[in-house]
Structure formats: structure tokens, C-alpha cells
């Protein structure tokens, strides 16, 4: 075989890898972008709270899957939401806690399985430390996917 034979034989084995290379990465892309189905995520917190208060931030998950468990790996609440919060204790108790730069928010690794039709109550006890408008999302994560939901809550200065 020649030189140019095994150059235009390299280049095409190059082209073919990128070519499966680009359809895996739309593949991966199309599957994490789809809606996570079976899933609903109410939010219980008060509407305002003033500087120095504690309250519950209660994310209820709800599996309304029929026949699968779903996986509750993480909630992530946005860091524009926590500005406003110190994070005093969850229960249940989260595993580990990490900051998430890519989406501004800060993760708290649960892991909890929730059977079908099961529903889980997470509660974020949250101390108010200044005041504004703070808003954001929590992200309900099963593995690569999620579901999100509104935060909002106004803080007062105290009278």
C-alpha cells in the first residue's frame, strides 16, 4: 500500500469515529433533555419571613410511576434563592453537598428511593440573614435528569 492510500485510509477512519462520536453526543444530549416523566415536586414555604427567622423549606416528591421506583439522587436550589439563607439542617439528613458553577446552584446529595405512588418530604430549615426578594429553582435530580420547581420568598428587616 502506498503512502497516499494509507493517508486517505487514516482519514477515513478518523471521519467514520467522528461520525459515531457525533451521534452518540446528540443521543446522550436528546436523552437528558427529555422530560423526566412521573414525577411531581410541590414547594411549602412561607410567601416572608423576616431577618433572623428560621423556617421550613418543605420539597415534597411524589413518584407517580405505576410500576418503577424513582431515585431522588439530588436538590439543587439555586444559589439566587440561598443568598438570602443560611442552610441550618435538612431532614433527612443529605449526604454530602457540593456547588454546582455550571447552573449557579448548590447540590445536596440525598439518594432516597421512592416507591411507586410514594411520596418523600425534604425540609430545608432555612435562617434568614438579609433582606430582599430572593427567587430561584430547586432541581429535582434522577441521575441525568430533573424537574424543577419555583423558590420564592421575600425577607423583611426586622421591626
Known amino acids: 500500500m502506498n503512502a497516499k492510500k494509507a493517508f486517505l485510509l487514516g482519514c477515513g477512519g478518523a471521519l467514520a469515529i467522528a461520525l459515531i462520536a457525533g451521534i452518540l453526543l446528540v443521543a446522550f444530549v436528546w436523552h437528558v433533555a427529555e422530560d423526566t ?17 428560621t423556617f421550613d423549606l418543605t420539597i415534597i416528591v411524589k413518584n407517580e410511576r405505576t410500576g418503577k421506583n424513582l431515585k431522588v439522587d439530588d436538590l439543587d436550589l439555586s444559589d439566587e434563592y440561598l443568598a438570602g439563607f443560611l442552610v441550618a439542617e435538612t431532614k433527612p439528613k443529605h449526604k454530602s453537598t457540593t456547588h454546582v458553577p455550571i447552573d449557579n446552584s448548590q447540590s445536596f446529595t440525598f439518594g432516597a428511593t421512592l416507591k411507586p405512588q410514594e411520596t418523600n418530604h425534604f425540609v430545608f430549615s432555612l435562617k434568614a440573614h438579609r433582606a430582599g426578594l430572593f427567587r430561584g429553582d430547586v432541581d429535582v435530580t434522577e441521575g441525568l435528569r430533573f424537574v424543577s420547581a419555583l423558590l420564592q420568598t421575600v425577607v423583611k428587616e426586622k421591626e
Open 37 to 53: 416523566e412521573g414525577i411531581s415536586v410541590e414547594v411549602v414555604a412561607p410567601d416572608e419571613v423576616k431577618v433572623g427567622d
